[in-house]
């Protein structure tokens, strides 16, 4: 039986006419993440609740991508399973070619960190560290050198305008800030994806635009794809794709950037 | 650089009341474990010190006698002891190691006060007075205000005697011998029925009153009677120097101590002089396992034909194995009790952290900590409060011991006679103190295992939620 994840286009609402083509070329490269036919089902008490039907989504690379929709419509699961934090009942996904609904769990850890960066709603900074430290701490994970790791740590923070804050605990950073750091956190390992959940949500409106700017103009300069659950307008006008999903089923997909074309 | 222990120290002082109540338990745990254990260890090497002084290391008996000799001595002798002592000195092995070599003669025998008309059986050690002086002199764990002074019966003539305090009293000797709770003997009055005629009265006063002791100038004297190898009487006559007690009542009122020759003279008569033991007191007792083998492999080389065996002073005083063995249960059971609380404790904090920093756990399994990554950082968490944990208690207790040392706290332990320092001993006990903080901290460690375990196998997506 031939791999869903290798037919393009999945067959899923919104979808646009050209991925067959696309799908013919980089794969790798163009379809950074593949889900096909994926479910996610919460069993509240005896009761199971249905968070993502069937789910079929080609989400392109180097994209500022929303996945937007109700409260409880399922976005932040999709997220979630995007994110390899959580793991779908049926169907399977495929991010930078590997099926990662195979892995196990310290393989999907090292996935995680390799591949994926994390912005969260309530920025979750560890509160033990200093600015400085929170972005450096996923290098040490990685076993980076101490001088490459100070290295990279610094121009992060300074491509995030906190260079002067380096050595405060996120405890003496305003949230706007504190949200500087989880965004220069997310990119620390260089990985092909950030995975932001409401990361605007906690913060007031000037702050969010400026958020929202500091990320697209992060995306752009470190050609990353960047994936968002938001019901933020603002977010919503920013982003590149929309994918609208409601009761765990997506109901269109907006691509306002032209598909890239072949080489020649 | 942000490693795994760094983050566990900085998240030991995040909540900083909390950890500090941990290691306060953890640190009382420890002190109460080596403190006890340092109060064990000096009353170990008192107990030692004890026996080596007043019988040695090792003895050479008759193979017999520590099982059937003490009723009938004659029978289980050594024969020729002084060719044995001679040798056992000039023996290029065993010689340097020893202190003293001396004989001695235990017998049962019955004392008298024939003046006052009692009697009682006894038991009677005949020693060399000098052998015995420098015995009391090895003092090889350093204990302080160790009693070193000479016996009694040093310097003193050979028909004397120094006897046990309660035996005075059965002797009706504790009045000249200046023992206390030496109550003269009464008749109580009979007051019913009709009176006595007087005559009869006054008889019965007379022979109510206490009989004169008989004593030579200052000192009360005694009777012996012993049984010859033959079952011949022999009767000594004795000074009696001294009363003192022995410790044990059972021991204090049968105890008589005689210079040996005198007690020879009243087991063998003319007969060649025997004695039942030779006590070996070496330099230290560490030297014991090398001094027994020898003194076997001269027992069964050089005096091959003779029935000889040796025994170590634990052998010849079960008492000291028990009261080991009691103490080892009182330790085991104290050091199991704080190990619990200890467990209980940091068990406790560890699964408080792992509820507050949930959210964190979550944030770090998200950007790619392995399971065993949140492992080891509640691990190194429980690590280090061990560790902290022994390095203080360790010297807290060092400065405990100390203090109680300086206070010079006494005590009379059972079967001493005289006060002995309550001493904790700590110093030079490495061994007891490495184990004791090893035994800390793996517990520390094992502590925060079930927390850490349940740490790392939280769901990621549940554990963000409580951010």
């Known amino acids: ?264 | 650089m942000i490693g795994a222990v760094s983050l566990a120290w900085r998240n030991l002082l995040r909540n900083r009341r909390r950890s500090l109540m941990t290691l306060l338990a953890m640190l009382l745990g420890l002190m109460a474990v080596l403190l006890f254990g340092g109060y064990i260890r000096d009353i170990t090497y008192s107990l030692q010190t004890n026996f080596v002084v007043s019988s040695g290391h090792l003895q050479i008996q008759h193979r017999d006698y520590f099982r059937l000799g003490t009723g009938n001595p004659a029978a289980y002798a050594i024969e020729d002891y002084e060719r044995i002592i001679q040798s056992l000195q000039r023996d290029p092995t065993l010689g340097p190691m020893l202190v003293v070599t001396t004989p001695s003669l235990q017998f049962g025998a019955i004392a008298g006060n024939f003046a006052s008309s009692v009697s009682r059986t006894v038991y009677v050690t005949g020693i060399v007075v000098d052998d015995q002086n420098r015995m009391r002199r090895w003092n090889d764990y350093g204990q302080r205000d160790l009693s070193s002074r000479n016996l009694s019966l040093s310097g003193t003539p050979v028909n004397t005697a120094i006897i046990g305090t309660g035996l005075a009293r059965v002797l009706k000797l504790c009045g000249p011998l200046a023992v206390k709770d030496c109550e003269p003997e009464t008749v109580s009055a009979d007051t019913s029925g009709s009176a006595l005629p007087s005559d009869i009265a006054a008889l019965a006063g007379s022979v109510a009153k206490p009989a004169p002791v008989a004593t030579d100038g200052q000192r009360p004297r005694m009777e012996i009677l012993a049984a010859s190898p033959r079952g011949a009487p022999n009767v000594a006559d004795l000074r009696v120097l001294a009363a003192e007690f022995q410790g044990v009542k059972e021991l204090d009122d049968v105890y008589v101590a005689l210079h040996l020759a005198q007690a020879q003279k009243l087991v063998f008569g003319s007969a060649r002089p025997r004695v039942t033991a030779i006590a070996l007191q070496l330099q230290h007792t560490a030297q014991l396992p090398a001094a027994r083998e020898r003194v076997r492999e001269l027992l069964d080389t050089t005096f091959k034909g003779e029935p000889l065996t040796v025994l170590d002073y634990e052998e010849l005083n079960p008492f000291y194995g028990q009261t080991l063995a009691m103490f080892r249960a009182i330790f085991g059971f104290i050091a199991i009790l704080m190990g619990a609380i200890v467990l209980f404790t940091v068990s406790n904090t560890m699964s408080m952290a792992v509820v507050e920093r949930t959210a964190e756990i979550g944030t770090l399994r998200a950007i790619g900590l392995r399971r065993g990554g949140i492992r080891q950082i509640f691990v190194f968490e429980g690590l280090l409060l061990g560790c902290l944990g022994a390095v203080l208690g360790i010297t807290l207790s060092l400065a405990a011991a100390a203090l109680i040392n300086a206070l010079d706290l006494t005590w009379v332990p059972p079967g001493r006679i005289e006060q002995v320092p309550l001493a904790v001993r700590l110093i030079g006990e490495g061994t007891m103190l490495t184990v004791s903080a090893v035994g800390l901290i793996v517990v520390a460690a094992l502590s925060a295992l079930v927390p850490a375990a349940r740490a790392s196998r939280m769901n990621i997506v549940d554990a963000l939620r409580h951010a």
């Open chain 1, 1 to 264: 039986m031939p791999d869903p994840s290798d037919q393009f286009p999945p067959t899923s609402p919104g979808l646009p006419p050209e991925p067959a083509k696309i799908g013919v070329r980089k794969k790798s490269l163009l379809h950074p993440i593949v889900l096909s036919r994926v479910s996610k089902t919460y069993r509240l008490d005896t009761v199971d609740v249905p968070a993502l039907v069937a789910i079929d989504l080609v989400i392109l690379q180097d994209r500022f991508t929303v996945i937007s929709g109700p409260s409880g419509s399922g976005k932040t699961t999709l997220l979630n399973l995007i994110g390899c934090i959580d793991r779908p009942d049926e169907g399977r996904i495929m991010i930078s070619g590997r099926g990662v609904h195979t892995l196990d769990d310290d393989a999907l850890s090292d996935f995680r960190g390799r591949e994926l960066g994390f912005i969260f709603q309530n920025f979750n900074l560890l509160p033990v560290l200093t600015a400085f430290e929170n972005v450096e701490y996923p290098l040490t994970l990685e076993g980076v050198a101490p001088a490459k790791r100070r290295d990279r740590a610094l121009q992060l923070l300074a491509a995030v305008g906190l260079e002067a804050h380096a050595h405060k605990r996120p405890g003496q950073l305003s949230g706007g800030q504190r949200q500087r750091v989880a965004i220069a956190r997310a990119l620390a390992r260089r990985p092909r994806i950030v995975l932001a959940d409401e990361p605007t949500a906690n913060l007031d409106s000037k702050t969010g635009s400026e958020i929202i700017d500091l990320m697209r103009d992060m995306q752009r300069r470190h050609h990353v794809s960047f994936i968002f659950s938001s019901h933020d307008p603002k977010v919503i006008e920013a982003a590149d794709d929309v994918v609208y999903i409601h009761d765990g089923r997506i109901s269109s997909i907006e691509r306002r950037l032209a598909l890239p074309k072949e080489p020649a």
